[in-house]
């Protein structure tokens, strides 16, 4: 039995599980001494949040300590062998259906590393926990953790200009107010979302969403120059809401929108003459 994290129906008291996105659980289990094993169903990231404990994945023994990442694919066999001291976890379970439609095969592979240690791979798998988009975060985990495997993430990556990257770009250039999810860029690119993310990042910088995110800043100044209100503006370029605007306008500009809006209606000096 898949004990990492448990089905719905146990009610263990040590596990909190719920699902956050189509195919995807999210579990922690907290601080025990407690002995797991079993045969994951699903594609499988763990992170050791507090203690450290020895397991068994195959024929070899591993030893995780605190903020180290453990990885299963579905059918692998596990145990635990020791905790040395009791020991917190947080598990991401995602099943192969899904898996398959956000990555290409490489994402799989990376799952046969059995145990990494990554701080920037440990920050994107707790992201999960506050992410605005469930899927985008997922997608940026998934880069970080072909990469941090040591695979490529996939050979369709090349210098130059892509046109079925540049076609999402367009896309979003021309319709930013919408709200796409990332899986219907990616099938519109005929990409899988993983390998979109990572060649719009080659191509433009950044991924595809905060790319989105600076064509709806640039969009809202033009509207904030012209003397609308943060709320009208926050509606109109495809924000949910004026507090969605401020997050995002803040953390890109440094100024709030009102701040913005105040500084372009100052008088603006005019060009000065010379005195002869």
């Given at each position: 039995?898949?004990?990492t ?36 169903q ?43 001291q ?21 994402v ?145 500009t ?23």
């Amino acid at each position: 039995m898949d004990r990492t994290p448990k089905l719905p129906e146990d009610r263990d008291p040590l596990v909190l599980l719920r699902t956050i996105y189509t195919g995807v659980q999210w579990a922690k289990l907290a601080q025990s001494r407690r002995l797991w094993s079993g045969e994951t169903q699903t594609f499988t990231i763990t992170s050791i949040d507090t203690g450290a404990s020895v397991w068994r994945i195959g024929a070899t023994d591993r030893i995780t300590y605190e903020g180290g990442i453990r990885l299963k694919p579905p059918g692998a066999h596990f145990r635990t062998v020791s905790v040395e001291q009791p020991s917190a976890m947080t598990v991401l379970r995602i099943d192969s259906a899904r898996l398959s439609r956000l990555g290409p095969s490489s994402v799989q592979q990376a799952f046969s590393a059995a145990q990494l240690e990554s701080p920037v791979l440990l920050r994107r798998f707790l992201a999960l926990r506050t992410a605005d988009s469930i899927e985008e975060a997922l997608v940026h985990l998934l880069v970080e953790l072909t990469r941090s495997a040591g695979l490529s993430a996939h050979a369709e990556g090349r210098a130059g200009l892509r046109t079925d990257v540049a076609r999402v770009r367009t896309i979003l250039d021309q319709h930013s107010c919408h709200g796409f999810r990332l899986e219907e860029l990616a099938q519109l690119a005929n990409l899988h979302p993983v390998s979109l993310v990572r060649l719009f990042r080659q191509e433009y910088g950044l991924p595809p969403h905060a790319y989105l995110i600076e064509r709806r800043i640039e969009a809202a100044q033009s509207l904030l120059a012209s003397g609308k209100s943060p709320c009208e503006v926050a509606l109109s370029v495809g924000f949910c809401d004026q507090s969605h605007l401020h997050r995002h306008f803040k953390r890109r500009t440094g100024l709030t929108p009102d701040e913005f809006r105040h500084q372009e209606q100052l008088p603006r000096p005019g060009p000065r003459v010379r005195q002869s």
